[in-house]
Each structure stands twice: as structure tokens, then as C-alpha cells.
């Protein structure tokens, strides 16, 4: 059902009451999400009835955490903060599963590369490696330098005024 970790990241930080001059006798209020995926931020604003829709949809294939309760036209702004908080929560949890659900891509309208690539291969683990970065050594010695350089008077690698200078640094300074 879910993974430890998510490619997306989703926070509801407001709303906004909308449909007051095309509509006047349906104001409503509109959910702004923001959503953090690979590195880039999106935007989206949704209504209560659409999350309501995405609960529904998921309901029917996942285990869903409690969807938030509507009030009947409620424009207090103590009961809208809740209810925004619930929504942020909800969305946080249904994130994390594993794979994420179609209905859910599309109710966030992620970005290119996860809708094109199809949910599964982002999912898979080849798809999660590419994601990683491999270590490549930098630099590398056949021998240590510091422990030779002590050692032997001369054929060093490293001159002994850089070992002389690194460790009156380290025990002098």
C-alpha cells in the first residue's frame, strides 16, 4: 500500500474563495496545492467535490485513510482551515503509495516525465536506480602517501613541505 519514501511531496498551504463574479449564486472554494516533484514545484487548486471524486475513485482500489467530512456551505474561516489541514493530510497519505494510482497522477496533473513513462516503469526498481547517484572514485592512491612521506627521505609523492604543513596544522594550530 505504501513505500517509505515518495517522489512527490505535496503541501495544501491555502484557498480561495472563487466563483463569486462568473458565478454568483455558486461561490465556492478552491484548495491550493503545492506539489514538489524531482526538484521542480507545481501548482494546482482544486475544489472539495474533486477531492471528494479522487477519494471515491481510490476508494475502490485502496485501503484510504478518513476523508474529511463536508460541511454544508460553510465559509467560516475556522471550519475552511480545518478542512484544509484534513485535505493536506489525506494527500500526504495517499501519496506514499506504492505504485502511485492513475487517478491520482491525473488529479495532481504531475508533470511530464511520471505520465509518460507510464506508473509502472517509474516504480520499478531500475527506474528508482537511475534516480541514485553511483559513487565514482574521484582519486585514488596505490599507496598512502602521508604514512610514505613520513617514512622514506626521498621519491615521494607528495613533497614534505605539504606533509610538514598538514601536520603542524593539525598539532600546532
Not at 14 to 26: D, I, M, Q
Not at 121 to 147: G, K, M, W
Request: hydrophobic share 35%; with cysteine; charged share 20%.
Amino acid at each position: 500500500m505504501a513505500s517509505g519514501g515518495s517522489l512527490v511531496q505535496i503541501s495544501i498551504p491555502g484557498f480561495k474563495l472563487a466563483g463569486v463574479v462568473s458565478e454568483p449564486s455558486r461561490p465556492h472554494h478552491l484548495f491550493l496545492i503545492d506539489i514538489w516533484y524531482r526538484g521542480q514545484k507545481t501548482c494546482v487548486e482544486k475544489r472539495y467535490s474533486s477531492f471528494l471524486l479522487l477519494h471515491r475513485e481510490l476508494r475502490k482500489t485502496h485501503q484510504t485513510p478518513p476523508f474529511p467530512p463536508k460541511k454544508v456551505r460553510n465559509f467560516n474561516p475556522r471550519v475552511l482551515e480545518e478542512r484544509r489541514k484534513a485535505l493536506e493530510t489525506y494527500l500526504q497519505a495517499v501519496v506514499n503509495y506504492y505504485p502511485l494510482p492513475e487517478v491520482l497522477v491525473d488529479f495532481l496533473a504531475l508533470p511530464g516525465k511520471l505520465k509518460r513513462d507510464s506508473l509502472e516503469s517509474v516504480n520499478t526498481l531500475e527506474s528508482l536506480s537511475e534516480l541514485c547517484i553511483s559513487h565514482q572514485p574521484v582519486f585514488a592512491f596505490c599507496r598512502d602517501p602521508y604514512v610514505d612521506s613520513a617514512s622514506s627521505d626521498s621519491g615521494s609523492s607528495l613533497p614534505d613541505i605539504v606533509f610538514k604543513g598538514v601536520t603542524h596544522g593539525l598539532y600546532y594550530s
